[in-house]
């Protein structure tokens, strides 16, 4: 996370009344999981769109909502490695905005883990032809997902 960033980190739908919040840092600089907690209560939480830190406004969003990844499951934060963490299910994922001229270069972290074992999952790939590739600068589009 940007220590400069100061706005919110993620906008999250409750699956209970399709209300939306957006969710940002706690005190200790982390996803303020009382707020998100507080927000979504005992129903389950999806991500509606992921913050771009960079300033260039390339949030990353699903508007669908069968497609939105989970971060709330029935009052129960997603947690990897005790940290909060993303529930991609295979046909949950991000989408970028367009975008194009990354002449400046960008930077990408993914950290993720496979629950069970799989023959193909992919954690970002690029849109033309719907052909998972890995990144190049070619691409105006991108997604974050698995499956």
């Not at 989408?95 to 194009?100: E, G, P, R």
Request: hydrophobic content about 30%; glycine content about 10%.
């Amino acid at each position: 996370m940007s220590t400069s960033y100061t706005g919110s980190i993620i906008k999250v739908r409750s699956r209970s009344d399709d209300a939306t919040q957006d969710v940002g840092y706690d005190a200790g600089n982390h996803l303020d999981t009382n707020a998100l907690k507080t927000f979504v209560g005992s129903g389950s939480g999806f991500i509606d769109t992921w913050y771009d830190q960079s300033g260039n406004n390339r949030n990353q969003t699903m508007a669908t909502t069968g497609n939105q990844p989970r971060i709330v499951n029935s009052g129960v934060i997603e947690r990897k490695n005790g940290q909060p963490a993303v529930y991609f299910n295979g046909s949950t994922y991000m989408a970028s905005a367009s975008f194009s001229a990354l002449s400046s270069g960008f930077t990408v972290a993914i950290i993720a883990g496979v629950n069970s074992n799989v023959t193909y999952s992919t954690f970002a790939n690029k849109t033309q032809s719907n052909i998972g590739m890995p990144f190049d600068q070619w691409n105006t589009n991108y997604y974050i997902g698995n499956g």
